[in-house]
Nanobody, 115 residues
Framework: QVQLVESGGASVLSGGSLRLSCAASVNIFSIYTMGWYRQAPGKQRELVATITSGGTTNYADSVKGRFTISRDNAKKTVYLQMNSLKPEDTAVYHC?????????WGQGTQVTVSS
């Protein structure tokens, strides 16, 4: 069983920055593909960014150049550095751990960006 706990969500002004963290309770963190997804009110959950076990990253077009995903395997933690935040980034951000067909989700952390 994998447990994921997100933190770092907050209310910020447009143009601000936040760093989200996701701590995983898992035996071998390094083998998982980790990701961040978000869900805004009334919208479907969407991909924000992923990072593979080998460090390959992938970003949604809407966040490219503003967000950076990274991982610290020793700390079993994945991060999402978010810069130049916009009101449309407002959402609940969920951490995801993927290994083969198995996917695990955290409860989410709220990010609110006001203009």
């Amino acid at each position: 069983q994998v447990q994921l706990v997100e933190s770092g969500g907050a209310s910020v002004l447009s143009g601000g920055s936040l760093r989200l963290s996701c701590a995983a309770s898992v035996n071998i963190f390094s083998i998982y593909t980790m990701g961040w997804y978000r869900q805004a009110p009334g919208k479907q959950r969407e991909l924000v960014a992923t990072i593979t076990s080998g460090g390959t990253t992938n970003y949604a077009d809407s966040v490219k150049g503003r967000f950076t995903i990274s991982r610290d395997n020793a700390k079993k933690t994945v991060y999402l550095q978010m810069n130049s935040l916009k009101p449309e980034d407002t959402a609940v951000y969920h951490c995801n751990a993927l290994l083969g067909p198995k996917a695990y989700w955290g409860q989410g952390t709220q990010v609110t960006v006001s203009s």
